[in-house]
């Protein structure tokens, strides 16, 4: 499994920006797919997961309501569309997957992507 995350950049408090992450050497449909982030100096943090279905979406309590992770199995695509960014949620994006459910355990994820830096000014 290949992962391939892009979308990162350099924006303003407020402004709104989507990753994508681009799945390939596997049945995207059969892995559940997680975002996580890393700050610098700071450990890898859970963002969000889905299903392997897209019925299921789940976040960490400082993202709730201005993030949002959907998907698109016939692309092969998962995305991570964040709204009301803020400098806190400076970090270098992670897109991770694995078979069956998704977790917010680092661990527990078999196939990670490269990351993608996004960098919010207040």
């Known amino acids: 499994v290949q992962l391939q995350a892009s979308g990162g950049g350099l924006v303003q408090a407020g402004d709104s920006l989507r990753l994508s992450c681009d799945f390939s050497?596997?049945?995207?449909?059969?892995?559940?797919m997680g975002w996580f982030r890393q700050a610098p100096g700071k450990e890898r943090e859970f963002v969000g997961g889905i299903s392997w279905s897209g019925s299921t979406t789940f976040y960490e309590d400082s993202v709730k309501g201005r993030f949002t992770i959907f998907r698109d199995n016939a692309r092969s695509t998962a995305y991570l569309h964040m709204d009301s960014l803020k400098p806190e949620d400076t970090a270098v994006y992670y897109c991770?997957?694995?078979?069956?459910?998704?977790?917010?355990?680092?661990?527990?994820?078999?196939?990670w992507g490269q990351g993608t830096l996004v960098t919010v000014s207040s």
């Open positions: 991770a997957a694995r078979k069956t459910y998704s977790t917010r355990r680092v661990y527990e994820f078999n196939y």
């Open positions: 050497g596997s049945t995207f449909s059969d892995h559940a």
